[in-house]
């Protein structure tokens, strides 16, 4: 069977010191990340829109970045209405779709 880490909404912004009703985004998927990484490594992680607050291209940077930090496996990252695609590619965040095993 396959396990499949799902994200969705990180929100993250550009700037690290900067914080989005109270919540520093950045220390908030840090702490997801570890907490899930830590029940056990998933097969693939698939995140799912609004990966960033505003579609800053530092902010893509700091999401692949902390996702490679702690997992090396298949990754899906597909957009919501508050990203944008051009920085998304820039950034190198894989988007073409997944094949796993059967699946």
Request: some cysteine; overall charge negative.
């Amino acid at each position: 069977m396959l396990e499949i880490l799902h994200i969705t909404d990180v929100h993250l912004l550009g700037d690290p010191a900067r914080r989005l009703l109270n919540v520093n985004t950045r220390e908030s998927l840090a702490s997801v990340l570890q907490q899930a990484i830590g029940e056990g490594v998933p097969d693939a992680i698939v995140t799912s829109g609004d990966l960033t607050q505003d579609g800053e291209p530092e902010a893509y940077e700091a999401f692949i970045a902390a996702v490679r930090q702690v997992f090396d496996g298949p990754l899906l990252c597909t957009p919501g209405n508050h990203d944008l695609i051009g920085p998304m590619i820039t950034a190198g965040l894989p988007m073409a779709p997944l094949r796993l095993g059967e699946w």
